[in-house]
């Protein structure tokens, strides 16, 4: 029995312990979606090969790799858009998000005819776009990026076409979070977070705390159950608004 017991401990010490990097991991990153759109130009088409997205926080910087192929980006006008990649990005003020495009496959379609567009900046560091705004840890953000194809491209004079993008970032917070703690520890209890017909649980860490990241605007209900003999308890009406992380304190279970 005592072996058993021993392992038991060590068991439920590994999970919290785990758990705790998982809350710790969640309550520091921002995970942001890259979005493309396009103000109206007068051509056919306008197609970018899009390599790498690059964010950079005053957290860190992180690169993801664009998947799929050259993007006609004049199909996404009037509100629709396109996604280029999601990363999770260290919390922190966004500074700068970068476009690194492809050495070929870059090019505009003007009465049928298809001309390269150079693209010098692209190819190397990448197109630059400074940005500020505020990263919170746990909350979701989409990163709007306005391409505006009418100023973007300019014609030289030995007619060849140069892309020089003429790009607005506009962030909007899409998410926002909830957070609290628990007394006693002891009790471990399971927390669930509850809007309508969605429920979204996790469990507290060794040091009682529990975070629930990407949440929907609205109003929840948290639910803890605890391991017996502690009794379950119910908090109604946590508001959770886009951009914020909610704290509702420290919930005493009996």
Known sequence: MKKLFLFTVTAITLAFTACKKD??????????????????????????????????????ERTVDVNGGPIDILRFRQGRDTVLAGVDVPAGRLQEVRLVLNNSGNRVVIGGVSYDLNTPSGQTSGVKLKVQDNLTGGIEYTLLLDFDA?????????????????????????????????????????????????????????????????????????????????????????????????????????
Do not use: E, W
Not at 164 to 185: C, E, F, N, W
Not at 207 to 225: C, D, E, H, Q, S
């Open 23 to 60: 809350n710790d991991s969640k309550s520091s990153q921002a995970h942001v979606t890259v979005r493309l759109t396009d103000a109206p130009g007068a051509y056919d088409a306008v197609i970018l090969s899009i390599k790498q997205v690059v964010i950079l926080s005053s957290g860190g």
């Open 150 to 254: 009418a100023q973007s491209i300019v014609v030289t004079g030995n007619g060849k076409y140069n892309l020089k993008p003429v790009i607005r970032a506009i962030p909007q917070a899409v998410s926002g979070a909830i957070t609290g703690s628990v007394s006693p520890i002891a009790s471990y209890p399971k927390v669930y977070a509850i809007m309508g017909t969605d429920t979204v649980g996790t469990v507290t860490d060794a040091n009682g705390k529990f975070y629930f990241p990407g949440l929907p605007a609205g109003t929840y209900r948290i639910n803890f159950v605890p391991v017996s003999p502690y009794s379950a308890k119910t908090i109604d009406g946590v508001v959770v608004t886009n951009g914020s992380v909610k704290d509702i304190g420290s919930t005493v279970i009996q």
